[in-house]
């Protein structure tokens, strides 16, 4: 048969790490064994019932046909109100503000708006999966740069100002950060902002966690002095409000980038599902206390979880994880790759965690472990985990 190809822009695009110890892990299940999912990235909890709700209500009245490419106005004056009154920041809802299917495709919209080919995006390295690919399709170089854990997982300011060049076009900023729950100190983002406007960069924010900061800094960069116009900030309800499954995040940035991105928009999604928007409205105006509730409960289970993970044989957790719902500990066995203690957990103490070097290369030799599952499922996973690892730990001296 003759060979089928594919376009050479596929070439780098693996599947994604994540994605294939949730499909071990669902085998396992099958065989009848019970698995700890700490592999999976997103709350355990279900959407609150008024977003449901206003989302039946939308579809009850018809309101079934195509959205604005923008989103529909009532979501973008939404929200609107809600960086005004979380973060004091002004967006017009008519010309700052797109809906977009998720941050993910915030991001891709981002990089494909303010993107010249071979401009350099300094992202940090481990990352969410998806960033050097959405820079590099379009057009984009990225620049990956290691992250201290002793310093809230903030960026290597050495290498930072080493790998800048003439062609260096933005810098991203995700705090709180996926994989390590690191949350950047004011700070740290107040010399990201003042490196951006020295050297003339776009500042891309990734907030998609922005709601679960359990201590330290929350303000967004893009109210410091001078930075609402490079700021370009990615959003999203689903960690927030539990509404990974309905695709709703925004961008908001000046003028000119919303519109390209609109442009964007007509052409590769048309418009967003428009029921959905109208549940994300009741999310945005809302009672925020459903924020409250799962952010405690959250809050409750990484206590826990720094607790156990510290006392984890074979590990260590360099860092102070504030954010999210992740951990990242480092692997301290010599002579195994954190890809095969990953695998070893799961075989043989039915835990899935993701290898961190599905984070990128920086991620080598770390996994990392979410913690949007019950409080019980932390304990007796982590439990577990201490088990094995005690094991290796023996076998190995
Ligand atoms: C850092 C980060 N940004 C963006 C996203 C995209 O989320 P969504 O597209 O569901 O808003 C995720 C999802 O896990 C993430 O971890």
Not at 278 to 304: P, Y
Not at 383 to 391: D, P, Q, T, V, Y
Request: aromatic letters at 8%.
């Amino acid at each position: 048969m003759e060979q089928v190809t594919v376009a050479k822009r596929l070439d780098g695009i693996a599947f994604a790490g994540i994605r294939k110890v949730f499909e071990k892990a669902n085998q396992l299940e099958a065989q009848g064994k019970k698995v700890i999912h700490f592999e999976i990235g997103r709350p355990d909890f279900d959407t609150p019932a008024h977003i449901k709700a206003a989302a039946k209500q939308a579809l009850d009245k018809g309101l079934v046909h195509y959205a604005p490419n923008s989103g529909i106005p009532a979501l973008r004056e939404a929200l609107a109100g809600r960086l005004k009154a979380d973060k004091n920041l002004t967006y017009s809802p008519e010309s700052e503000i797109i809906i977009t299917a998720g941050g993910q495709e915030a991001l891709y919209l981002s990089f494909m708006s303010i993107l010249n080919e071979g401009d350099e995006v300094i992202l940090p390295d481990p990352c969410f999966g998806p960033f050097p690919l959405a820079v590099g399709l379009a057009g984009g170089v990225p620049v990956k740069i290691g992250l201290k854990p002793t310093q809230n997982y903030g960026y290597d300011w050495e290498a930072v100002k080493k790998t800048l060049s003439p062609r260096t076009k933005a810098i991203v900023v995700n705090s709180p950060h996926n994989p390590t729950g690191g949350v950047w100190a004011e700070e740290q983002l107040r010399a990201v902002a003042r490196f951006a406007g020295e050297h003339g960069l776009w500042l891309v924010c990734d907030d998609a966690y922005d709601n679960l900061v359990y201590e330290g800094c929350r303000l967004s960069p893009a109210g410091f002095p001078g930075m609402r116009e490079r700021t370009i900030l990615c959003g999203s309800l689903s960690k927030t409000y539990a509404m990974t499954g309905w695709r709703i995040g925004y961008i908001a940035a000046v003028e000119p980038v919303i519109g390209a991105a609109i442009r964007l928009q007509q052409n590769i999604m048309l418009s967003l599902c428009t029921f959905a928007q109208h549940g994300a409205v009741a999310g945005l105006t809302g009672s925020q206390d459903c924020i409250q509730a799962m952010s405690q409960e959250f809050a409750r289970r990484r206590l826990l979880v720094l607790d156990m993970v510290r006392q984890i044989p074979g590990v260590v957790l360099e860092g102070n994880p504030q954010g999210a719902f992740y951990v990242f500990p480092r692997i301290t066995l010599p002579g195994m790759t954190s890809a095969q203690v990953a695998d070893y957990l799961l075989d043989n103490a039915g835990v899935a965690v993701v290898d961190g070097l599905a984070f990128g290369e920086h991620g080598n030799g770390h996994f990392r472990l979410s913690y949007a599952v019950s409080y019980e499922d932390c304990r007796e996973g982590l439990e577990r985990i201490a088990g094995a690892m005690k094991m290796l730990v023996q076998k190995n001296s």
